[in-house]
């Protein structure tokens, strides 16, 4: 299991990674293979600053609703090569992470931090 704080650690590095990927890797040529991860991962920074875990700002979104929407980005990043046409440019980045992000979601430990509210 992936324990809570861990997790939070996990979200703000991914969250500047898929924002950086696309200049890193040679995919941010303006469409949706740049897009994408770098409005995921702003997204993932936004809502990670709001959730009641450790590391976060305001800890106003419950965890269960983080956990959900760490899925969906997970989701949406492993099919976005499909889904928006950029497969035949870049897909590799977008997999590897989208299904990386699912797999942390299924093995975080809910149970709440002691000094954390609930």
Avoid: C, Q
């Amino acid at each position: 299991m992936i324990p809570i704080r861990a997790h939070a650690i996990l979200d703000y590095v991914v969250g500047v990674l898929l924002i950086l990927a696309p200049f890193a890797l040679g995919f941010a040529n303006g469409g949706a293979a740049m897009y994408v991860p770098v409005l995921l991962g702003a997204a993932l920074l936004i809502y990670s600053a709001l959730t009641r875990y450790p590391l976060s700002l305001l800890k106003a979104i419950p965890l269960g609703i983080h956990l959900g929407l760490d899925l969906f980005i997970g989701i949406i990043l492993a099919l976005s090569p499909w889904f928006f046409s950029f497969f035949e440019l870049v897909w590799w980045p977008h997999v590897v992470v989208g299904v990386t992000a699912i797999v942390v979601v299924l093995l975080t430990d809910r149970k709440p931090v002691r000094d954390e509210p609930k």
